[in-house]
C-alpha cells in the first residue's frame, strides 16, 4: 500500500482478480444505459417549453372543450436524455456497414442536412404564392431534369411518398392509359421474387396480381412470361437489377413483348444504384420506375422514413402523369402545375395523389447529393457498389452457398442460401451472430426463390479494410454454422437486448402504454419500473 | 470523390480477388449497347461541397421563409415555433441513419420511440391504439376510407364538404381505381357545418362518414351526433384533423365516438418544408386493429424476460402478406414521427394546453381585429387558430397584393376550389404562438389598404 500522493494522483491499474458476471442495481453496464418509457418518468405539469402569459378572453371553441389529455411531459435536460439514451440502442450507417439488401444504406452527407434546413427551403408553406418560392420550384424542376437524364425518361412525377407510393403512381398512369384506349385490362405479373410491395400496390389499385417464374439461375423466365401475356395483363412489374443480385439480360426482350401484347413495363427502381450513370432504364424499354430517392440517393432512412419515390414515364405515360408538378417557363420563371391550370397544360392527369407536392426536404438532399457526385462520381457510385458486392461474393463462396455465383458477377448485392448450415442452425442465427460482431445482419430471408436467403449489399459506401472485417467476421460465422456451433443460437448476447419473443408480441399484442401519467404529485419507484 | 473511399489501388486489388479484369466486366449482363460508354453527356461533373452549398443557397434565398415576414397560412400546414432540442436529437446519426427496425435487438432505441408516439397519438386523439405512422394526412386519410371499407365490407364513403379538397383528391383518385363511391361537396362561406348533409346522407350502403375537426375553413363542429348515425347505420365515422395542437384545447374525437381518426401531424415538431416530408397520424379502435394499415411497434420480452419491443402484427402488411397486405404502404414517416415525439414529451399535458391556449387567444385577436374591417366578414362562429374570412373582393389577388406589402396574408379559397366561384372571395387566416401582436397588426393594415 503506498502513502497517499500528496499530489491526489492516484493512477489505476489493471487487476488481476477473476471476475464472474456482475449484476447492477440499475440494470445499466456502464455506457449502456437502461431507459424507462417516458410514461414512467414523465408527468402531465411537468414541461420542457417555457410560454409567454396568454391573455385570457372568451373560447370560441364551440362549446367543445377538452377535459384533460393524460400526455406526460419532461424537462428539457430530462428530454434529451431521454431521447439520447435510446439513440445508444440503435444501429446506423454511421456506426458501420449496414449490409442490407435492398435497401442501399448508404452515407448520408451532413452537407445535405444543412441544405435542406436553410430557411429558405426548409422554412417556406406549401400554399405560399408562387412569387414567393420560386427557388423552391427551381429546385424540384432541377432534380426532376436529372432523374430524367439518369434514366433516359421522357417526364418524372415527383409527389410520391415512397417507393411504394411510387409504384402506386406508375400502375395508375397505366391503368389511366389503358383507360384512355377503351382497353380494361386486369391483371397484373409480378415475378416470385419481387418486393412484396408490388403485388400488393397491385391490388390496391384494384388489380388481380399472378406471378411469373423464375429460371433456375434467378432471372425472370422469359418464355413463361411470354406464354401468360395477353389482352388481360395490363402491366408486368420487374425489379431489374432483380432482388438476387442479377441484371435482367432479357429487359429489352421482355419489354418489347410486353408492347406487342398491348400491356406496359413498370420497373421497381429499388436498385438503382447498381447502374445509375452506367444503363438508362428508357433504353430498355422501361414505361414507368420509381426511384428511392432514400435510396440511391442517400436522403436518410431515419428509422423507417420518410422516403421519397419520384416516378420517371415514358413517352406512352407521361401525359397521365398525377398533380401538381414544377415547370419551367422561357422567361425564366417556375410555375406550379396543380388543379387550376390542369385543364390547358395537362388534362389527361390521373389527378392528385398527395396534399401538396411531394417530399421537399428529400428533393433538395437528393439534389445535393447529385450535383456533389456529378455524372462522373454517380456513375462511379454503380461502379463501386457493384465491385464491393462481386468482392464479398468471392470472398465468401467458399463457406457460403452462392446459388447463382457459377452464372457469373452479381450486380450491387450478393446472394447466399443457407445450403451447408449444420441441422438446426439458420440464416437468422448467422444474421444474429452477425450482431455480436458488431455489424448490423443482412437481409435475411429475402427473396423467397432461395432458400433461407442472405442478400448483402454493402454500397459504395464501404472502404476495402471495412470490407475484409466484414468478409472476416461473416466467414467465422458461416464456419461456426456449418460446424454445428449451436452457440449461435444464443445469439446475441452483446446487444442492448437478446432474441426478443416475437409470437408473444403477436398474440397478445401491447401497442401503447396503458396506466394513466402521474400527475407528479407523488414519487416512488413503483412508477417507474411498473412496465407496460 | 469525397464520398467514396476506395482508391485506384483498393480497385485493382479487389478485382484481382474477384478474377475480373475490369468493373466493367463485372456489368457484361447489361446488352453491350445499352451500356453507357462514359458520364452522361450534357450533366455537370462532380463538385465541391462549397461550390454544391453556394450553388443550393442560392435558390433558397429565392425563396420568402415564413420567419422573415408576418405569416398567416394554413389549411393543412402550420407554423410553429420548434424546440431546438428536436433538430438536435433527431440528427444523432443512430436515429437519422438508422433503418426500419426489422432487427430489434440492435434497434431498440427506434422501437421504444415508435412504441411512445404511438401512445403519445392514441392518447391525442382519444383512441385505444395509433400505427407507427403513415406518409401524411391526406394518404392516411385515403387508407382509413379503405379500411372502414374492409371493416364493413360497404363501398360508399360520405365526405364532409369540410374536408381538406387535397385530402377530398387523393381520394377522388384512388376511389376511380378501386370503385368506392365518394359523396363530395364544395364548402360554403356559412359558420354551420353541413354535418346536417352528412347525417341525412347516411344509409345501408355507407361504409364512413368523413369528417374534418377543425374543418378546412377552422369551423369545430359536434362529432357525437354523426358518430351515433354512422354507427345506429352500421357505418364508421372517420375523423381527419389537420391541426393537431387543436386537440390540447378540443375534445378529441376518440371521446365523441369516432372509429378512425387521421390526421397531419406537422405541427408538432415538423417543419413546414414546403409540404413535405410531413408525418399521418392513424388511430382507431382495439378491434380493428388487424385491419389498420403501416408498422405498428409492440411490447414484448427478450430471452432473459427483460422488456423490450418489435415490430408486431406484420401479417397485416405487404412483405409478409403481399397482394391480401391492407395496404401496400412500406416506408413510413419514422424520422418525422421521432420529431413528434420529442416535441409532444417537451410539451407535455401542461405545454400543449398552454401551447394551444396561445393560440386561439393570438387567433381571437386576430380575428376581431380583421373583422372590424369595413367589408370583410368573419364566417365562423367556432374556430381554434384558424377561420375564414369573405373578402368584399377577390381574394386570389388580395394574397398577390399582400405579399407586395410583404405580408404572407392567408391561402385564399381560389387557389384551393378553383372551380368554385362562389367560394373567390374566401380567405382562411391561421394564428398561431409565431405571429406576434405586429405581425397581426401589419396583416390588418395591409388587408385593409387593399379592400378598401
Known amino acids: ?532 | 470523390m469525397r464520398y467514396l473511399p476506395l482508391s485506384d489501388a483498393d480497385r485493382s486489388a479487389m478485382l484481382k480477388v474477384i478474377g475480373a479484369g475490369s468493373v466493367d466486366e463485372l456489368f457484361r449482363d447489361v446488352p453491350e449497347e445499352a451500356r453507357l460508354q462514359g458520364p452522361i453527356r450534357g450533366l455537370p461533373m462532380h463538385a465541391s461541397e462549397m461550390a454544391v452549398e453556394r450553388k443550393m443557397r442560392g435558390m433558397a434565398a429565392k425563396n420568402v421563409a415564413a420567419s422573415d415576414v408576418p405569416f398567416f397560412l394554413g389549411c393543412g400546414a402550420y407554423k410553429h415555433h420548434i424546440p431546438a432540442s428536436v433538430d438536435h436529437i433527431i440528427q444523432r446519426g443512430e436515429f437519422l441513419t438508422a433503418y426500419t427496425p426489422y432487427q430489434p435487438e440492435i434497434a431498440q432505441g427506434t422501437l421504444q420511440v415508435l412504441f411512445e408516439f404511438q401512445t403519445q397519438v392514441a392518447r391525442l386523439y382519444g383512441c385505444e391504439v395509433a400505427n407507427a405512422s403513415m406518409y401524411d394526412g391526406s394518404t392516411a386519410c385515403w387508407e382509413a376510407v379503405g379500411m372502414a371499407r374492409r371493416i364493413t365490407r360497404r363501398k360508399k364513403a360520405i365526405i364532409s364538404s369540410g374536408l381538406h379538397p387535397h385530402y377530398v383528391s387523393v381520394c377522388k383518385t384512388m376511389a376511380k381505381f378501386t370503385g368506392d363511391t365518394l359523396e363530395t361537396a364544395a364548402p360554403e362561406l356559412t359558420a354551420q357545418t353541413d354535418a346536417d348533409r352528412l347525417i341525412a346522407a347516411i344509409d345501408k350502403d355507407t361504409s364512413c362518414v368523413v369528417v374534418q375537426y377543425p374543418d378546412i375553413l377552422g369551423r369545430i363542429t359536434d362529432l357525437k351526433p354523426i358518430a351515433d348515425a354512422a354507427q345506429a347505420a352500421g357505418a364508421l365515422l372517420v375523423v381527419v384533423n389537420t391541426e393537431p395542437v387543436a386537440l390540447g384545447l378540443i375534445k378529441s374525437p376518440g371521446e365523441m365516438g369516432a372509429d378512425i381518426v387521421v390526421g397531419e401531424g406537422q405541427s408538432i415538431g415538423v417543419g413546414l418544408q414546403f409540404g413535405g416530408p410531413y408525418v399521418g397520424l392513424f388511430a382507431t379502435r382495439e378491434k380493428y386493429v388487424r385491419q389498420m394499415p403501416g408498422r405498428l411497434a409492440g411490447e414484448t420480452v427478450d430471452a432473459e424476460g427483460k422488456r423490450g419491443f418489435v415490430l408486431t402484427l406484420s401479417t397485416r402488411e405487404q412483405h409478409i402478406r403481399r397482394e391480401k397486405a391492407t395496404s401496400n404502404i412500406c416506408t413510413n414517416s419514422g424520422l418525422c414521427a421521432l420529431a413528434f415525439s420529442i416535441h409532444m414529451t417537451l410539451l407535455g399535458e401542461k405545454g400543449l394546453t398552454g401551447l394551444a391556449k396561445l393560440n386561439h387567444a393570438r387567433a381571437c385577436e386576430a380575428a376581431d381585429q380583421l373583422s372590424a374591417i369595413p367589408g370583410v366578414r368573419l364566417v365562423n362562429d367556432s374556430f381554434f387558430n384558424e377561420f375564414a374570412l369573405e373578402l368584399p373582393v377577390e381574394a386570389r389577388p388580395a394574397v398577390h397584393a399582400m405579399v407586395e406589402k410583404g405580408v404572407l396574408g392567408g391561402v385564399s379559397l381560389g387557389r384551393l376550389y378553383p372551380d368554385e366561384a362562389v367560394l373567390a372571395n374566401g380567405l382562411v387566416v391561421a394564428v398561431t404562438e409565431t405571429a406576434t401582436e405586429e405581425d397581426i397588426s401589419s396583416l390588418v393594415s395591409a388587408l385593409q389598404e387593399i379592400v378598401q
Open chain 1, 1 to 532: 500500500m503506498s502513502t497517499p500522493n500528496p499530489t491526489g494522483w492516484r493512477p489505476t491499474a489493471p487487476s488481476t482478480l477473476e471476475t464472474t458476471a456482475v449484476t447492477t442495481t440499475t440494470g445499466n453496464r456502464a455506457l449502456m444505459l437502461e431507459e424507462p418509457l417516458l410514461f414512467e418518468i414523465g408527468n402531465r405539469n411537468q414541461t420542457g417549453v417555457d410560454f409567454d402569459p396568454v391573455k385570457s378572453g372568451a373560447s370560441r371553441l364551440g362549446g367543445l372543450d377538452r377535459n384533460g389529455l393524460d400526455l406526460p411531459g419532461l424537462s428539457e435536460p430530462e428530454t434529451v436524455r431521454h431521447y439520447t439514451r435510446l439513440s445508444r440502442q440503435n444501429y446506423a450507417i454511421d456506426l458501420g456497414l449496414f449490409p442490407l439488401g435492398s435497401c442501399t444504406m448508404k452515407h448520408n452527407p451532413r452537407l445535405n442536412e444543412k441544405v435542406a434546413r436553410l430557411p429558405g427551403f426548409g422554412d417556406i408553406h406549401p400554399l405560399q404564392p408562387q412569387e414567393t418560392v420560386q427557388g423552391a420550384l427551381q429546385c424540384i424542376n432541377e432534380l426532376a431534369f436529372w432523374l430524367i437524364d439518369l434514366t433516359g425518361m421522357h417526364g418524372v412525377a415527383m409527389s410520391p411518398k415512397a417507393g411504394a407510393h411510387g409504384e402506386l403512381c406508375g400502375l395508375l398512369c397505366i391503368r389511366a392509359a389503358l383507360e384512355a384506349r377503351g382497353d380494361a385490362r386486369e391483371v397484373v405479373l409480378v415475378p416470385e421474387s419481387a418486393h412484396g410491395t408490388n403485388p400488393a400496390t397491385a391490388a390496391f389499385c384494384g388489380y388481380r396480381v399472378e406471378d411469373i417464374p423464375a429460371t433456375k439461375d434467378g432471372r425472370v423466365d422469359l418464355g413463361a412470361l411470354k406464354a401468360r401475356l395477353g389482352p388481360d395483363v395490363a402491366a408486368v412489374m420487374i425489379t431489374n437489377p432483380n432482388t438476387c443480385g442479377l441484371f435482367e439480360p432479357d429487359m429489352k426482350a421482355i419489354s418489347d413483348a410486353v408492347h406487342a401484347a398491348g400491356a406496359f413495363v413498370y420497373c421497381d427502381g429499388a436498385n438503382f444504384n447498381a447502374i445509375v450513370g452506367k444503363v438508362r432504364p428508357g433504353d430498355l424499354g422501361v414505361d414507368a420506375m420509381h426511384i428511392n430517392l432514400h435510396k440511391t440517393f442517400s436522403t436518410p432512412h431515419g428509422g423507417g422514413g420518410p422516403g421519397s419515390g419520384p416516378v420517371v414515364l415514358s413517352e406512352a405515360l407521361a401525359p397521365f402523369g398525377p398533380l401538381p408538378f414544377a415547370a419551367k417557363y422561357p422567361d425564366g420563371s417556375y410555375r406550379l402545375i396543380e388543379e387550376e391550370s390542369a385543364g390547358e397544360e395537362h388534362p389527361r392527369t390521373f389527378g392528385r395523389m398527395t396534399a401538396f407536392h411531394g417530399q421537399m426536404g428529400m428533393f433538395t438532399r437528393a439534389l445535393t447529393y447529385i450535383l456533389s457526385h456529378g455524372a462522373d462520381g454517380l456513375r462511379q457510385v454503380a461502379e463501386d457498389s457493384v465491385l464491393n458486392a462481386n468482392y464479398i461474393l468471392r470472398s465468401l463462396e467458399d463457406v457460403l452457398d452462392a446459388p447463382f455465383a457459377h452464372s457469373g458477377p452479381c450486380m450491387h448485392e450478393a446472394i447466399f442460401s443457407d445450403k451447408g448450415f449444420a441441422e438446426g442452425l439458420s440464416t437468422i442465427d448467422v444474421a444474429k451472430g452477425l450482431i455480436d460482431e458488431g455489424f448490423h445482419p443482412m437481409t435475411m430471408y429475402f427473396p423467397l426463390v432461395v432458400h433461407g436467403a442472405m442478400l448483402v449489399e454493402p454500397t459504395e459506401t464501404e472502404s476495402k479494410a471495412g470490407l475484409d472485417q466484414f468478409i472476416a467476421a461473416l466467414r467465422s460465422i458461416a464456419e461456426r454454422a456449418r460446424a454445428g456451433d449451436e452457440s449461435l443460437k444464443a445469439a446475441p448476447v452483446f446487444a442492448p437486448r437478446r432474441r426478443l419473443d416475437e409470437t408473444q408480441a403477436a398474440r397478445k399484442p401491447v401497442l401503447s402504454y396503458n396506466h394513466p401519467a402521474p400527475d407528479g404529485s407523488s414519487t416512488g419507484l413503483g412508477a417507474h419500473f411498473g412496465g407496460g
